[in-house]
């Protein structure tokens, strides 16, 4: 029986918490969408989610697990309701790291470095499934948002004036969560995040930017779903690898990937693997992906890969 073991239910816990940065969670609100990542990203991501789900939301079963025990300025940490989540999603608690990586925390010969880091390794997750890249309707499931303000390094107080839209990013997240009904706690210290005291934000909180530099911000912010071009066509050409049936109906990237295809498939292979690992959260990229691995039954490019050999090797 190894230290603090348990057993766990395959559902989603009836609270739990999700550890996302507050300029991320501004698309949550403003979409009225929670956006999963893809868990074909990697083979470990696809390992944990067993069954054909494609898609993921990582949460921990308290406010103190590893994932997000030093959280930075601007984090947030939303807390969602396990139980109606459960009635039209399948979650499960699983574990990444695994006994390897924990056992030092309690190991008497390690050192403290060595126990600090393996604190990480205690994440308590549960993951949330879908076959889809994103889950709608937000606020049905939203119960708090937890907001860490950025504060000087010097005096502790909190400090907007480092980066130009922590103000407007916070107010615009404070306006969002009102319209949605959603309580929203603002905190200047760690420990009151990880606790989810409101009585700093009671005693303090009051407009943090004008509407003004809210609309600065939102007509000059970056695009947090922007992907790249080169990124969007090499998953064009490779529809058109699984769509055409002659080299003369490809364009000239779908025949410099059918190239690449033959001559150097494990780069062909890393290639598409790594467009997905680097946009994971971002449906734009992942959902027509997704939809080729269900259409073709694989969960991986290598998967795919032998499927248009035998298509293409005539």
Known sequence: MKLFEFDLTEAITDIIFHYVSGYRLVNWLEKN???LAADFS??????????QKYFFLSTTRSRLGGYHRNPARMS?????DGRKLNQKYSGKPVDYWGWEFRKTAVDPKASAQEKDSSKGAWEQEDRIFSTKPTIPNAKDYILKIDLLLPTNRKTGEVDFTEYQYDAPVTQHLINLSKNANIPLVLHNNKKSWFTGSDKWHKANVSDIATSAAVDDYKQNRYDDNHVSQYDLRDIDALQELLTKNTEAELSDNG???LDKMFRYPDSWVSTLSNIVHNNKNKPTITGPISKIFQKYNVKSFKELLKILYSKWDT
Do not use: C, P, W
């Open 76 to 80: 947030a940490l939303v807390t969602l």
């Open 33 to 35: 969408e929670i956006i």
């Open 42 to 51: 990697s083979g470990r991501e696809s390992e944990l989610s067993g069954k």
């Open 255 to 257: 025949k410099d990937l």
